[in-house]
């Protein structure tokens, strides 16, 4: 057994996402980051990489450089798998070209622009066998590991009715004219792609949405909206859901939504029980019940299913979030890649991977269809 | 001056809302009950009427006795309004006749089961100079008030987004087949009209919007269900809201929601600022803003508007809560019809009416167009 | 069966309590009104009388006058009971005299300024056999009911420790130098005793205490303050108390807690479970278990016992607050009175009474001891 | 600059707090494990190293032998500081060997069992001039240290008033009897103390009030109780307190407080404001005021002093949980000390010293001494 050795795909200084990466790889002690492609220049992803103790040599100017001197390194030396953490539409080259070379990938979300392009993926994973992971972070949590047991073992009985919202308030103002780098790529449908907020955080609450339920969205009714000035890409929307099974939904989402900073909570009910989770307060779970009183579960706390449980690293009462959430993908991911490299056979953990990244895809072009016609229902 | 006096239409014994009408009313000292048709037969409603220490001659056996007979009392003496707080199919032909025979009304809502009796209501209101109250109760909270007083006061800028939801879980099983009372004639068309939920529940939802964002809804698009066993009725719903100077919204109802009480709640998001407030809760307004802290209103705390420091009736920290906001309905009546009688000129005080039922039925219609069109949008 | 017919000592414009007392007993329809020496002088009185709708002739200029004047009515006209709701130094006269002409007695708390006048009372009312509750509004609440059974039904175990707070901010500032009336006398030991916040908020404090647990303080250690200029009286206190049956407990009160409404909020703990409830959120009971998932009751939701649910008004989801839960005792002592009048044997229903006034007292002055003695442990 | 090389005593495979303080020291890449002395025998001592992927001769099997082989390994690889881990009785000696060898020092708390202990440490630390960083975590919160400035900056006015509590219920049976490993050593004078819970979480609450006020609690008077069966140590008490400049307030601790996790709980109370933070929501703090709205504040959002901007490590509504703050101790530690290696001038992080663990052992001793005194006020 050793530590896996990671290499970055973007994530220079000033990154958001990429400090949350390599804070989630690294907690667990299990992953070492040994190489970066973090910047489009050599020079800026050596700063980068010297600000991370990297040793000059393996900090490349391209993720093309990257995988192919990686490539040629020894088995003891050379990465085990890229990180991919750039704007969505740098997502599909580097991991189409990290999979061809035998390197296993991690990848941000939405994951690819188009679906032909997630489709490949889907492909190349199947045929070559490696593993990929998308991080979709908040399945990580160990209350939305507990909603999922509790739906999958039938504890609110047949799903009826969801809500999910995301709401963030930070594109309120025109902040990508003002430089604002975050801002400026996703507002830009040649980096961002056909969705605005909805393949940024929309793609979550749908993912969250089928994690949970265990439920395929079939069909929905998009109404998108562009409040910024000049912006093309929606950056607020409301969706009417049908999902398998008969049950019914709506799924909200806004970066226009003034004062909320970062507000993904979803409320699930079936005929026996229901749920509500917020991400903001991630360290409980409301459940509520015909006949019994209101309860709420903790993480570690008492009468958590095992799933739970195993996604928690502290005491009950100590609490637990968004970066430790995330660890869980890292970890999860790490766990499967350990085993592998090991020759060890374990039950897989649980991670989202390239089937939930092409059920996104789907989902945002959906959106955009049904938006297009006047929000007619349209199937995913 | 003197107290008001009050004539009962339903209510009687074992009725949920009459008590809280009877209550309402009688909180702040300026209405006497002195009469009632509390039931459908004469023994029944004699027997409601011992029950709050009413003489037996006043207690009727239909609301056309009543009527009929307390217009032959002396004027100090009979009865000043009518209270209506029957089921839905009972609400009009009461509401009517105590029009025409010269007495104010508070009916409870919605106010009809057609559009074409909502308008016929709307015009004996203006022709008779009678005053109409309808209790949606909500808008009596200091915490909407002071919502409303934000909002037109431009404290949060241009509106641009709606989340409202009523959710409730008492019908999640099929009670009205065991009888139960009150579920038994919200299910029955014949009774409640062609909303189920949408319209017991729905139409509070949709006239907190209006009434909070002081914008109408111009178009919607429905997709109701019926999860009950053959139920014929809607009893779960979710709506896409577009709204007068381009703010969009969503609303959500339903009678299935699993474990949920009385789950009304609202966000509204302007440009500059957002609230939100659940009536569940109902003695805070949260507030967020571009560049201020989150800031949580209380009633009779500090910075408030005269609207709503003037719906609370004890000091902050003490809480009020439904019985005193449907009091303030009746109180605001109450106090304009006291002017009225008193020869005094006096700001109308705030409370709904008529036109607000007409409203409320639009919106039913709406909503029942758009869902059985597959959720086409269906101006209001 | 009749309703019942109070007369009111103090109340008038402008007090708060009066106000509060009236809204409370007229809520459920058993109680008029009838009378009230509602100021010190007759004209004001009968400016008081005239805005509640009384005839004049039954406004009378001071308590003595009332009651020697109503005794003498007929039986069916003169008032059954009286609601003294003066400062602190006006309860014992009028409740003595009350009591010595027959009328039973409603009171506000603390209920003499010395403990023989409350063991005076306590012997008139074992004497005389007429009513008397003392108005600790709080044990009114459908959750603190709710509190009061789990505890006594055993369902949290022995309980081995109590916290408890009361925390007001309006006298953080020294506004009775700007002649605020409410803190005038409140600050001011001829009227107020010789505790200042200490009997105002802290004897509720100490009777939720008892009332929960059913456990007495045995002893305590306080240590008082006085932060307002040049006040005599406490303003703020932290105590620690030893009850029966080994628990232990603190209790911490402060008027000059500055932002602080009326945060009353108590915590017990059992040897199996616990429970916390807070005045400002009064619709939920929080209970803790050693193996069991965190659970909440709300007002007439599942699994309440009788005590609660008795206490609610209204369906569960529907919010009650401090008028309901004052109401709660008017309610109970008009059952009680009711009931006596119309010679029916009842179980006796449940509101404070003569015996809770003199524990109060004698709470005060145990901690007033204590404090002059650097904190030492005195027995009540 | 280069990472920092961390050796660990105590925290074997099992231990809780060892791998708290591994994934705090990792978390924001500046700090490897390179060696520990895990447990108190060489062979489990290298099965936890081999599990953290260490190499077999860095894991040593004992403390000494630890101290005394990394100083013979040449610069560039020997530890560069100690992280002690173990039980109470175990941080003295360690501390004390690592400082006179030249290592710098993390310990845990309470740092010692005696004062004399403590004082002795705190005359290393001044005489070699090494560092000394005590893991009280909780001052690493965003939100403890926007609570801090807000005192310092005086935006509260002159402080009056605090209360703290620090409850958790896992030792309300005596578990200690079963085996279990945590609670063995607690309630064992001889590893403890003289305290119990109250060195073990007490101190957490003395160190909160002192941190965010910087006021000094000058004396005390204690209650102490022992609930467990058989139990020597206090598991529960409640204490007064008078702090520097006339400030009062009262602090109370269990562990035998069923259902509690982890609630640390503070509120502080000036002339002008008053602030409220739970530890087990961290992310957001309460803030009331004389004349002001109550407003949230929340890491990372809005109005925040950079003590607090600084102390996050992602955006606003992505919460950070009790592993971030003590992350943060390790993070302002070994800034610190990469600046005295580096030989570059900066102003020194904020982290808790030596001097914090010689007032908390203080503290403990005052408080056992008022608890054999009957609760008699003891100075600190």
Request: charged share 25%.
């Amino acid at each position: 057994m050793r530590k896996l050795r990671m290499g970055m795909i973007g994530g220079g200084i000033d990154s958001f996402i990429g400090d949350v990466h390599r804070k989630a790889a690294s907690l667990d002690g299990m992953i070492d980051l040994v190489c970066g492609a973090f910047s489009s220049t050599n020079e800026r992803s050596k700063i980068s990489g010297k600000s991370l103790f990297l040793s000059e040599e393996r900090c490349y100017g391209s993720f093309e450089e990257m995988i192919l001197s990686e490539s040629t390194l020894p088995e003891n030396k050379r990465m085990d798998f890229v990180a991919i953490v750039t704007p969505n539409h740098m997502h599909f080259s580097p991991a189409k070209m990290a999979l061809e070379n035998g390197f296993h990938v991690v990848c941000d979300k939405p994951m690819t622009l188009t679906i032909e392009e997630a489709e490949e993926l889907e492909k190349l994973v199947a045929s070559t066998g490696l593993l990929f992971a998308l991080t979709h972070n908040y399945p990580g949590s160990p209350m939305v590991k507990q909603a999922r047991a509790m739906v999958l073992n039938n504890d609110l009985g047949k799903i009826r009715k969801v809500q999910v919202q995301y709401l963030q308030g930070w594109l309120a103002t025109s902040i990508e004219k003002t430089g604002q780098k975050q801002a400026s790529w996703r507002v830009d449908p040649s980096k961002s792609g056909v969705g605005g907020a909805l393949g940024d955080i929309g793609t979550h609450a749908q993912n969250l949405v089928e994690y949970i339920t265990g439920l395929h969205i079939k069909e929905l009714a998009a109404d998108l909206s562009r409040f910024g000035d000049d912006r093309v890409l929606d950056d607020d929307g409301n969706i009417l859901l049908r999902l398998e099974d008969g049950a019914k939904g709506s799924l909200s989402f806004s970066q226009i939504a003034v004062g909320e900073e970062n507000n993904l909570a979803i409320r699930v009910y079936g005929e026996k029980g229901s749920l509500e989770w917020c991400q903001e307060n991630p360290n409980q779970l409301v459940t509520r019940w015909l006949d019994k009183t209101k309860t709420i579960f903790t993480p570690n706390g008492n009468n958590l299913y095992p799933e739970s449980i195993v996604a928690s690293r502290i005491p009950a009462g100590h609490p637990e979030g968004y970066i430790e959430a995330f660890a869980n993908v890292y970890k999860n991911f790490a766990t499967h890649l350990i085993a592998i490299i090991s020759n060890k056979k374990i039950e897989i953990p649980d991670y989202p991977t390239v089937g939930d990244g092409v059920r996104g895809i789907k989902f945002i072009y959906a959106s955009v269809k049904s938006d297009k016609n006047n929000s007619a229902w349209i199937k995913i």
